[in-house]
């Protein structure tokens, strides 16, 4: 004979209405913002792919190498003070984007629910090392591939511009 024993929960959400002027003043004494938004940092992320060179070695091609990149990010900031109608706010978040994910912390700066944010952007990236010169097929050319790959931290400046959509 098979019992099953279970607990059953629930969970009840309740409507209010709140007057619009306390819902304002809520954000205005907000000191947590979330913020997603559009950055541009300048570490530098190389993608790499396996591939098998003409000699029968599995080695790795370069295949995107930007010098900075542009892409979404998410921010999370605390306000720090209160200048006039700016606020001043302590950033961390991510970037994030195809070839790896960046680490940013800085300043915000908000205006209404605008952050323009300034600071710095970290990642592991992929280096690649041991350079092997490969002939390719039947084009007379040559591309450099590597036998092996290194990760190293990086840092660089990133600048954003977010949006504020959660007060706490």
């Known amino acids: 004979m ?3 024993l279970g607990v059953v929960v629930t969970l ?13 003043q809520s954000a205005e004494d907000s000191r947590v913002s979330v913020h ?13 792919e396996p591939v ?19 892409g979404p ?28 994910h960046l680490a940013l912390i800085g300043l915000s700066v908000e205006r209404g629910r ?4 300034l600071g710095a952007a970290t990642a592991l990236v992929q280096r690649g090392a041991v350079p092997v010169e490969d002939e390719v097929f039947g084009a007379g050319e040559s591309r450099t591939l590597y036998a ?5 931290r990086e840092w660089g400046l990133f600048v954003g511009v977010t949006f504020g959509i959660v007060p706490w």
């Open 2 to 4: 098979n019992r099953w």
């Open 12 to 24: 009840s959400l309740t409507a209010a209405v709140a007057p619009r002027a306390a819902v304002a």
């Open 36 to 48: 997603p938004g559009i950055m541009f940092a300048s570490v530098d992320q190389s993608t790499f």
């Open 52 to 70: 098998t060179s003409l000699a029968g070695q599995d080695v790795f091609l370069r295949v995107d190498a930007p010098d900075a990149r542009v």
């Open 73 to 100: 990010t998410a921010l999370v900031s605390y306000r720090l003070i209160r200048i006039g109608q700016a606020r001043l706010h302590g950033t961390v978040g991510a970037g994030f984007a195809s070839s790896g």
């Open 114 to 117: 605008v952050f323009f944010t």
């Open 148 to 152: 092996d790959l290194s990760r190293e």
